[in-house]
């Protein structure tokens, strides 16, 4: 079985309905990286499934890498700069470090390249949003004084 061509980030994005696009959420980078990386973990859990050692990590990083979008739209939801947009936005940042960790993990099943490039979206996606929390933190904080 050959391999799939993989779409980059730009090409991804012109694949996804007008609809979610005119959502207030999608002008959030951090969390178009996120559903691009679900979309590529789909992809990757293909592989991981065809080794019995896999199929665990597999579970764990479909959950972990869907928990990240879920829980950034929970936290839109309940409305930007508040204490609980925070909170949400940490418990998604936990799950990208998390689909960190299960990548790491996959190294003796997926491709060394592979593993590289999930890993710095993955870290791309830590750095925006610590980026994001942090500034949210300090208007929280500007606001109690």
């Not at 999930?118 to 929280?140: C, E, G, K, T």
């Amino acid at each position: 079985m050959g391999a799939v061509s993989e779409l980059t980030f730009e090409e991804w994005i012109d694949t996804v309905p007008k609809r979610m696009k005119s959502d207030p959420l999608w002008q959030s980078i951090y969390y178009r990286k996120g559903m691009y990386l679900y979309d590529l973990v789909w992809h990757d859990c293909e592989l991981l499934r065809r080794d019995f050692r896999g199929r665990e990590i597999a579970n764990q990083l479909i959950r972990s890498t869907g928990s990240i979008c879920a829980n950034m739209e929970e936290a839109f939801g309940r409305g930007v700069g508040t204490a609980d947009f925070v909170r949400i936005l940490r418990i998604s940042l936990g799950e990208t470090r998390e689909s960190k960790g299960w990548y790491f993990r996959s190294r003796y099943i997926l491709p060394e390249s592979l593993i590289n490039k999930r890993i710095d979206l993955v870290s791309q996606i830590i750095a925006l949003l610590v980026n994001n929390i942090n500034q949210h933190r300090m208007r929280l904080d500007s606001s109690k004084s």
